[in-house]
């Protein structure tokens, strides 16, 4: 069994393994230190499959740091140094922002997968700066940035590796230094992609025509992406390409909500024996509770998860009627999620703007306020890592038995969005919070419908992405109630690591 910087278990250090060889026939020997330059006749695609707690984000982990040290370049979304024929690339990637910035959490600096087709363009000047930070070239003397900004800077990237954040720092602004995005020309190096089982088979077609060297990280047992034809993309891959992990890892023995994730799996299990096992579980620890009525005051930055749409719609319009929201305008402080972007054509620029900044499909937002034209809108993009944005915004907010949502305001054309205060559980894969909310009638009623997905109840694959989603405490919601908040909506806990960049189309 190969050494390694940490303890593995057994099927982590021959995962490891698996692809120390699998990267060793691409030119790159993470164990020996020493890279070959690329070669383009050489390909590589391998998964990495485990349940919640089996540790595949800690082997992702350990994968990076190695390659790091063996001298492969980590390519993030926001700045890419000069191009060497011979250099070596490692970009880390998520579907989502949300399930990026978990990964940043732990030390990993990962990106989307929409970031990294797209670069951004620097103002030369302080182009400069990144290339010092990146350790490509000299300290710069810029005009109007003393020493001190400098280091500050430095001393921000070598924490955090964040051009954008590091040259924050320094007191310059998003729109100072970023003049525009351009679509990736070249192709990337080595890939290593966490919460796969979201991806569809043209995201998996378009990751293989960047990266000549893929690694898939991938839960089975997660719903697959809404839009599959089939199942999930990893499973087409040929048997010996598929590495398991089926040991839960150490470090999350004992916990009581992964307990109750993997007692799923027990073919026997109903969900009236289930929801006992719940039930047991909360008297015994505090993670998991059996809850009465939904908690509205964790609404604003935690969903509460469902099954059925009209379920979220009756949720979300009890959530504005506590919170006395009036009709024709969102308070600060209201949660969003991004249903994407209206924007014709000749608006490709802006469109590419946007979604850059972390405005895609099924991004968390929370409403800030008005900002300076009608229509527009000061967000915060949850996961984002420049999260301060202003952009033109079209806000629907559904109803209960309408087939048309009511739009309290809108631009003429710009990013779309929903409420977010209750999501269905498709949408919640890929993103985690502290505290997790899961309404249970929702769960029973997929269980009376009887319906299978790859071979398993419906219901407990749903039950099986929901409380997964929960990091420190599940709430198991059993009756159809709310509770009433205990202090107004705010953004206080929003705070800006930089100054709001102005994005804005002309309409």
């Known amino acids: 069994m190969t050494e390694t910087a940490l303890t593995y278990s057994p099927d982590q250090a021959e995962a490891h393994d698996r692809i120390a060889e699998a990267l060793r026939g691409v030119g790159v020997d993470i164990e020996g230190g020493t890279l070959m330059p690329p070669d383009e006749g050489r390909r590589a695609v391998m998964a990495v499959l485990g349940k919640a707690g089996s540790g595949k984000t800690l082997l992702l982990a350990e994968l990076t ?41 732990r030390g990993v600096p990962a990106t989307t997968i929409h970031r990294i087709l797209y670069t951004p ?34 001393a921000f990237y070598q924490a955090q590796k964040s051009i954008p954040g590091a040259l924050a720092a320094a007191g310059l602004r998003g729109s100072d230094f970023i003049t525009g995005w351009k679509r990736r020309e070249e192709p990337l190096d080595i890939g290593l992609v966490d919460e796969a089982s979201m991806l569809d088979a043209q995201q998996f077609e378009d990751l293989q025509e960047i990266f000549p060297t893929l690694i898939l990280f991938g839960d089975p047992a997660q719903l697959p992406p809404v839009k599959s034809t089939g199942g999930m993309v990893f499973e087409s891959l040929p048997a010996p390409a598929r590495l398991t992990l089926s040991r839960i890892h150490r470090q999350e023995a004992g916990n009581p909500i992964l307990d109750l994730a993997h007692a799923l799996a027990d073919p026997s299990l109903d969900f009236h024996g289930f929801e006992r096992m719940v039930e047991e579980a909360a008297r015994r620890d505090e993670r998991v509770r059996m809850a009465e009525r939904v908690e509205v005051d964790l609404m604003a930055r935690s969903p509460v998860l469902v099954w059925r749409n009209a379920t979220r719609i009756r949720l979300i319009n009890a959530f504005r009627a506590v919170h006395e929201a009036p009709e024709a305008a969102l308070l600060p402080g209201e949660p969003l999620v991004c249903d994407g972007i209206e924007l014709p054509l000749k608006h490709r620029k802006k469109r590419l703007d946007l979604e850059a900044r972390g405005l895609i499909k099924g991004a968390q937002v929370v409403y800030l306020g008005p900002g300076k034209r009608a229509g527009f809108s000061r967000l915060h993009v949850i996961g984002a890592e420049d999260p301060q944005i202003s952009a033109a915004s079209i806000v629907k907010i559904e109803k209960p038995d309408e087939e048309e949502p009511f739009i309290p305001f809108a631009a003429n054309m710009g990013a779309v969005f929903l409420h977010g205060a209750a999501v269905t559980i498709h949408k919640a894969q890929g993103s985690q919070w502290p505290d997790v909310q899961v309404f249970a009638p929702d769960i029973y009623a997929a269980a009376r419908m009887g319906r299978s997905e790859a071979g398993q109840p419906l219901w407990k694959r749903l039950a099986y992405v929901a409380i997964t989603r929960a ?8 009756r159809n109630r709310l509770s009433k908040p205990t202090a107004p909506l705010t953004v206080a806990d929003l705070q800006a690591r930089s100054a709001p960049l102005r994005l804005e189309v002309e309409e």
């Open 471 to 478: 990091e420190e405490r599940l709430y198991w919601v059993v």
């Open 65 to 105: 740091r190695a390659l790091a040290a063996a001298g492969v370049e980590t390519i993030s979304g926001d700045w890419e140094g000069r191009r060497r024929r011979e250099r070596r690339t490692l970009a880390i990637l998520a579907p989502t922002n949300k399930a990026a910035s978990v990964l940043r959490m």
């Open 121 to 154: 363009v620097y103002h030369p000047e302080y182009e400069k700066i990144a290339e010092w930070l990146a350790g490509q070239g000299e300290k710069p003397v810029i005009e109007g940035l003393t020493d001190l900004a400098l280091d500050r800077a430095l």
